[in-house]
């Protein structure tokens, strides 16, 4: 299973394409093969998070993701059973690069943010472990 041997190094900010029009705003594009190393099966975002609310506590074994502030701010804190890393997302035109087998913390959303995430698969819940004790066990069998 791909999330078993899985580092944190192996997660990391994608500078994704900026399309800008001096008066008319931005345009930023994500595209299969070509900005990230999956082909997208799946697009959720979540709003209306209460400022200063977390999310996530829970890892997925198979799951690619890519993870963008579409709008304000929150921090990614992903873990790998060994190693934590800390990243702020409060640009659009950045995505996060997560991969498998990473716990996942979404903490200190600003208030009226959108988080966007890009995903490999649709949703199943049997490729989630919501259980830090069975994800450090995952990480380690
Ligand atoms: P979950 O992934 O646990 O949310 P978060 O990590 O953002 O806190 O999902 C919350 C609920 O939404 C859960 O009951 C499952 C459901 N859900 C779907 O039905 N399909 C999906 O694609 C996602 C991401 C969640």
């Not at 999330?3 to 900010?13: F, N, P």
């Not at 930023?28 to 998070?49: A, C, H, K, Q």
Request: charged content about 25%.
């Amino acid at each position: 299973m791909r999330g078993k041997t899985t580092k944190v190094e192996e997660c990391y900010i994608v500078e994704l394409d900026k399309h800008h029009s001096d008066r008319k705003g931005n345009i930023t594009v994500v595209e299969n093969g070509i900005t990230v190393p999956f082909s997208t099966e799946r697009v959720y975002y979540l709003y209306d998070i209460p400022g200063g609310e977390s999310r996530g506590a829970h890892a997925h074994k198979e799951l690619y993701q890519l993870v963008v502030a579409a709008s304000g701010s929150f921090d990614v804190v992903l873990d790998d059973g060994t190693n934590k890393k800390r990243f702020t997302l409060n640009r659009p035109y950045q995505g996060l690069l997560v991969v498998p087998g990473m716990w996942r913390d979404l903490e200190n959303f600003s208030s009226g943010s959108v988080c966007l995430v890009l995903a490999s698969m649709v949703y199943s819940e049997a490729d989630y472990i919501r259980d830090y004790d069975e994800f450090v066990k995952f990480k380690k069998l």
